[in-house]
T-cell receptor, first 114, second 115 residues
Framework: EAGVVQSPRYKIIEKKQPVAFWCNPISGHNTLYWYRQNLGQGPELLIRYENEEAVDDSQLPKDRFSAERLKGVDSTLKIQPAELGDSAVYLC????????????FGPGTRLTVT | AQTVTQSQPEMSVQEAETVTLSCTYDTSESDYYLFWYKQPPSRQMILVIRQEAYKQQNATENRFSVNFQKAAKSFSLKISDSQLGDAAMYFCAYRNSPSGSRLTFGEGTQLTVNP
């Protein structure tokens, strides 16, 4: 069974530029999560999707961040414009549903904003 | 809001020895899950072990076991017979149950295994 796939693995951009991250969850998983992990810290939830609906986006900085999950499968997280403080690892995870205790994580995208 | 605290930024252990990683949490809920995740340099978070708060028996998974003290809000991870492959960052995490699915992570403990 294929795991959670994320791309790119690494991204370096200049501040004020846009950037997008892509996630393909495990087949059949209805719940998808985006986390941000700052250096030396644990991940923090940005947004959670149940199928196509964003049901928990309270931690998403909506002035510059946006996300979508078309057709309830793949998801894209976008930052526009990026700031120096956005440098972090962006992790995608999926679970069968929101009750399932286990979340399966992808390898993440390491973003560096210069 | 729930918080998770890991007071040991770094730990080291000799191969084949036992090490214990500490975690405390704060919550007003009575029903919740606790987890230990492992994050190797590849960055992929891997679930090591979970504990349901309503269960008094401590969870075990092969060489990994927990000491869950609900009244003290403490949840430590014991790794027995440590192996070189155990070297990684370990995160303690909390989530409400049954309906909550947001994971709240601690700051992590970097475990080094010395040959």
């Amino acid at each position: 069974e294929a795991g959670v796939v994320q791309s790119p693995r690494y991204k370096i951009i200049e501040k004020k530029q846009p950037v997008a991250f892509w996630c393909n969850p495990i087949s059949g998983h209805n719940t998808l999560y985006w986390y941000r992990q700052n250096l030396g810290q644990g991940p923090e939830l940005l947004i959670r999707y149940e199928n196509e609906e964003a049901v928990d986006d309270s931690q998403l900085p909506k002035d510059r961040f946006s996300a979508e999950r078309l057709k309830g499968v793949d998801s894209t997280l976008k930052i526009q414009p990026a700031e120096l403080g956005d440098s972090a690892v962006y992790l995608c995870a999926s679970s069968l549903d929101h009750i399932s205790y286990e979340q399966y994580f992808g390898p993440g995208t390491r973003l560096t904003v210069t | 809001a729930q918080t998770v605290t890991q007071s040991q930024p770094e730990m080291s252990v000799q191969e084949a020895e036992t090490v214990t990683l500490s975690c405390t949490y704060d919550t007003s809920e009575s029903d919740y899950y606790l987890f230990w995740y492992k994050q190797p340099p590849s960055r992929q978070m891997i679930l090591v072990i979970r504990q349901e708060a309503y269960k008094q028996q401590n969870a075990t998974e092969n060489r990994f076991s927990v000491n869950f003290q609900k009244a003290a809000k403490s949840f430590s991870l014991k790794i027995s017979d440590s192996q070189l492959g155990d070297a990684a960052m370990y995160f303690c995490a909390y989530r409400n149950s049954p309906s909550g699915s947001r994971l709240t992570f601690g700051e992590g403990t970097q475990l080094t295994v010395n040959p």
